[in-house]
């Protein structure tokens, strides 16, 4: 097959679940004979505002960047909705569509492509297939969540504004489409945002807000089958969009194995809890602090590790910090119970399927995805839940994971059935 997929780029400029399973995808889709095109946003150029589509160095994945396209509201929500959904010239689609000719569209991310992308793949023939790796375009936040709040059951051009209050500029987004963005990234805190709204704005903010709501609609209404890679994932499009087309199918990534687990247990009786992610609100890792102090330190180890180390953390907390992919064996040898306390509907979690391929026990948010593979016991609704016999009655967990060659060939399967 010709199999065309639009994601948001390749490491190492862009990184996160999303490119790892898109990237891995494609280069699995070439091993097994298929002809396969990417297409991704590039920078918006400050000294042109021609919308132009390029072919880019290439390997075995055919590459194509998309030149100002719509800008990528990566975080923080959309300060100005009217650059979100500009017109541009459909016949440039067209043409890079004519030059490819694809049996089949796989979208991964709404962010950076305008609503002609899906016009013209309609009017073509070209059926289009979409995973939902996040809630971009449900939302202006790919969480869907704010300040202690998933806003999934509270979807309106009103709440579009709360959770775009602190959204950067259009022009200041422009500058993290350029190949330093993972620097800009770290240095995201010190741009200054412009969080007030004057209520003479108001108005016009909301229906610029509602008309933003409607292009995306608009676009979702092209897509011919959406690939939930979860059930909450299904529940929260399902709730939000009319009438859609999909099924559930779990995703993988050339890092998903099974694995030959090492014995864990240690000569000690005090049991290794751990946190893996980013010190974030939305992920949970606040609420694995306040764990900490509902547990006693007699009976158990506290462990961070993913992002950098923060002050002021109690000296029982043992943290890590950032950590390479050649560690990760070492890494949960010295686990015996992961947390995954996420408070946005994550629509999968990759986190889980690594933790159980090494044979540790997993305690997850039911907001978690990816909670599709744990049992009752091992779930909570809140943090509190979680105590000394919730930990012993959960379950260590054997399954058989599907690798990225058995997960593209289910596909195949599917974009031949579209």
Known sequence: MRILHYTLGFQPYRTGGLVKYSTDLMNEQVKQGHRVFALSPAIQLYFSKKFIIKKVDSD??????????????????VKDPGAFMANCDENEYERYLNSVNPDIIHVHTLMGIHKEFFSVSQKLGIKI??????YYGLAPLPTFFLNGKSYDRD???????????????TKKLKLFQFKFYPLLRKLTKFLKRDNHISSRNIVKNNQSY??????????????????????????VYSYNLENIVGRVLHISNSDVKNRVVYDSS????????????PSEEYKGYFDF????????????????????????????????????KNDINKIYQNIDILIIPSLWKETFGFIVLE?????????????VGAKDFLPEENLFSDITEINENKIIRAKKIKIKLKSIKEHTFDIIEIYQNV
């Open 289 to 324: 602090l306040k764990l900490v102090e509902l547990l006693p330190k007699s009976k158990f180890n506290f462990f961070t590790y993913g992002h950098e180390k923060n002050r002021n953390i109690p000296d029982y907390i043992k943290q890590y910090g950032k950590y390479k």
């Open 210 to 235: 509602k008309d933003l709501i409607l292009y995306y609609k608009q676009i979702f209404s092209y897509i011919d089958l959406f690939l939930f890679n979860s059930q909450i994932s299904q529940d």
């Open 355 to 367: 933790a159980l391929s090494f044979g540790v026990k997993v305690l997850a948010s039911k907001n």
């Open 60 to 77: 075995r994945i055919e590459k194509s960047e998309i030149f100002n396209g719509l800008p990528l509201a990566l975080f923080g929500g």
């Open 129 to 134: 297939v979409f995973t939902t790796h996040d």
């Open 266 to 277: 240690r000569l000690n009786d005090k049991l290794n809890i751990a946190y893996i992610g």
């Open 155 to 169: 979807n309106t051009d009103q709440s579009w504004q709360d959770m775009s209050v602190n959204a950067l500029s």
